[in-house]
């Protein structure tokens, strides 16, 4: 039984992630800014509302998990945030708001967790595919696309930061998936991935995935950009 820390987890993979790792009988400490009504059928998920882009709020969390949990077996940054809108267009707050949520708040929380995690632990952070450098990218995700190429190259930093102590960093690229999210950033697309699909897989590797990589960035994606 491990105990391990989701965000992003209202809807979507991450709300599938919880329910995954709870049904294994894992202690799941669920983020996001609104509950999903489906956690309080499980005794072994708690809830914490954290604004990720506050970093006196999210070393509060910190503290209290501390308190409660003692140790941190896997963290696993689902959270993210997309904007679809021509680069002439967009604002310089919605364009940090992108990076807040799916860069600053990854560094943030990380930072904040690390002392908690000890010699075979394992952060996972869910990137994109339009985060990969050479792939096909898309006009209009300029903020977003940018953000995840970012977070890929702070966890390869940090697997290196951190290799002594044990604690692997891996990134996992991900190909469009039929979230909410992904519809309301583009009305009507049909996604070749559902949710639940996507989260046994992550799952799987969050468990498993550090014991053959670190640093790494593992594509999973049905098309080859």
Same mark, same amino acid.
């Given at each position: 039984m491990k105990n391990i820390i989701i965000t992003g987890t209202s809807r979507g993979i991450g709300a599938e992630l919880v329910k995954q790792f709870a049904n294994e009988g894992h202690?799941? +400490?669920?983020?996001?800014? !609104?509950?999903n009504s489906e956690f309080k059928n499980f005794k072994?998920?708690?809830f914490i509302s954290v604004d990720l882009s506050n970093e006196q709020a999210v070393l509060d969390f910190a503290h209290n998990?501390?308190?409660?949990?003692?140790? &941190?077996? +896997?963290?696993?940054?689902?959270?993210? =945030?997309? &904007?679809? !809108?021509?680069? *002439?267009?967009? *604002?310089?707050?919605e364009f940090e708001y992108v990076y807040k949520v799916n860069v600053f708040g990854v560094a943030i929380l990380t930072r904040a967790v690390l002392p908690l995690m000890q010699k075979g632990s394992h952060v996972v952070? $869910? =990137?994109s595919m339009g985060g990969i450098q050479g792939s096909a !990218?898309?006009?209009?995700?300029?903020?977003? *696309? =940018? *953000?995840?190429?970012?977070? $890929?190259t702070l966890s390869e930093l940090l697997a290196e930061e951190y290799?002594?102590?044990?604690?692997? #960093?891996?990134?996992?690229?991900?190909?469009?998936?039929?979230t909410e999210m992904l519809e309301e950033a583009f009305p009507g697309y049909q996604a070749?991935?559902?949710?639940?699909?996507?989260?046994?897989?992550?799952?799987?590797?969050a468990l498993t995935?550090?014991?053959? #990589?670190?640093g790494k960035v593992l594509q999973v994606s049905q098309s080859t950009p």
């Open positions: 202690n799941v +400490i669920a983020i996001s800014r !609104k509950e072994n998920v708690h998990i501390e308190s409660n949990f003692k140790k &941190i077996d +896997i963290l696993i940054h689902n959270a993210g =945030s997309i &904007i679809n !809108k021509p680069f *002439s267009q967009i *604002s310089a707050a952070t $869910i =990137s !990218k898309f006009p209009g995700l300029a903020a977003y *696309s =940018s *953000s995840k190429g970012a977070v $890929i290799k002594e102590q044990g604690i692997a #960093f891996n990134v996992l690229a991900l190909g469009a998936v039929q070749p991935v559902k949710p639940i699909e996507m989260a046994l897989y992550i799952k799987d590797f995935g550090n014991t053959f #990589f670190n």
